[in-house]
């Protein structure tokens, strides 16, 4: 399927509602080193964005094929960028604790032996906050 761009304004797309939502991670994707500041220090650090479908909340899509319209209900999505880093202090380690607390998910458990495969949360199910 083509990447199609245009410059009109689409229409205003919900925010996910707060509160607890079940959720399927469906992309993990390592960004490279990024400039960051934090506290008037900048840095370079390794960065990565997990994203999620939210399984109950769902909105109205266009697709477009051969020129043809149709609507399509697709769950909505957020994601979280992290720096990519389980340290004990780590954003991330924190994230992945709290969304996959409770659940026998191997790679929560890799973590706190000190490794995380980031590529291998694609699939997982979680609940989102």
């Known amino acids: 399927m083509a990447l199609v761009l245009s410059e009109k304004s689409t229409k205003e797309r919900p925010i996910v509602e707060a509160g607890a939502h079940p959720a399927i991670c469906y992309s993990a994707v390592d960004m490279g080193t990024q400039k960051s500041t934090y506290q008037g220090e900048t840095k370079e650090l390794k960065k990565i964005r997990i994203a999620f479908e939210i399984c109950d909340q769902n909105d109205d899509f266009e697709q477009v094929e051969n020129g043809k319209v149709t609507i399509i209900k697709k769950?909505?999505?957020?994601?979280?960028?992290?720096?990519?880093?389980?340290?004990?202090?780590?954003?991330?380690?924190?994230?992945?604790?709290?969304?996959?607390?409770?659940?026998?998910?191997?790679?929560?458990?890799g973590l706190f032996r000190g490794v995380y495969r980031v590529d291998r949360t694609e699939g997982v199910a979680s609940e989102v906050r």
């Open 75 to 109: 769950p909505l999505v957020c994601s979280a960028e992290f720096t990519a880093s389980i340290g004990p202090k780590a954003s991330l380690r924190k994230f992945i604790g709290r969304e996959w607390q409770g659940h026998h998910h191997q790679k929560a458990v």
